[in-house]
């Protein structure tokens, strides 16, 4: 069953490439965090968000939170990726799709290819409860920007 807003973040822990494991649920809690469930690197869409990303970086960095994304690709993809379009954060790979199932859904069938994560974000404020959640069916449909933008501001920071 999907989370949802106001609920606890369940805790992960995924690679971002092989044997190299980031411990999310250790920052869930302590500090603001976006995670960012993307179908499949290398496609156009993701490779757009992406890159949207990178590209105004500046700007979520400026917003003290810890950006991840989350990719059902296997280690060796998400890390070749990451290099590639020089992501500036961490992609994960949630290859065994435990933590896309938790938080975004998978799709049944996605253009013949079953368990597909879903693109969606989803904003986890410091306390460790989820502030925003976006899920989208069309894997065509871009991540709003402006309204994770949005949902960070309104969680603010604890000193």
């Known amino acids: 069953m999907p989370i949802n807003e106001g609920e606890q973040a369940p805790k992960f822990e995924l ?3 092989p044997k190299d494991m980031v411990n999310v649920g250790d920052l869930i809690g302590k500090q603001r965090i976006v995670l960012l469930f993307f179908p499949f690197a290398f496609s156009p869409v993701c490779t757009e968000e992406m890159c949207h990303f990178r590209d105004t970086w500046k700007q979520w960095e400026s917003l003290d ?3 991840f994304a989350i990719s059902i690709d296997s280690p060796f993809v998400v890390d070749r990726f990451r290099e590639d379009q020089q992501i500036p954060f961490q992609i994960l790979s949630d290859f065994n799709k435990e933590v896309s199932s938790q938080y975004g859904g998978l799709h049944d ?3 013949g ?4 994560a ?3 974000a989803f904003v986890i ?3 460790g409860t989820i502030a925003y959640k976006w899920v989208t069916e069309d894997p065509r449909v871009q991540v709003p920007f ?3 933008r949005a949902a960070l501001d309104s969680v603010a920071v604890a000193n």
Do not use: F, N, S, T
């Open 118 to 120: 879903k693109r969606a």
């Open 65 to 67: 939170a810890k950006i």
């Open 109 to 111: 069938d996605l253009i």
């Open 15 to 17: 690679p971002q490439k």
């Open 113 to 116: 290819l079953k368990g597909v």
């Open 146 to 148: 402006d309204e994770v």
């Open 125 to 127: 404020a410091q306390d």
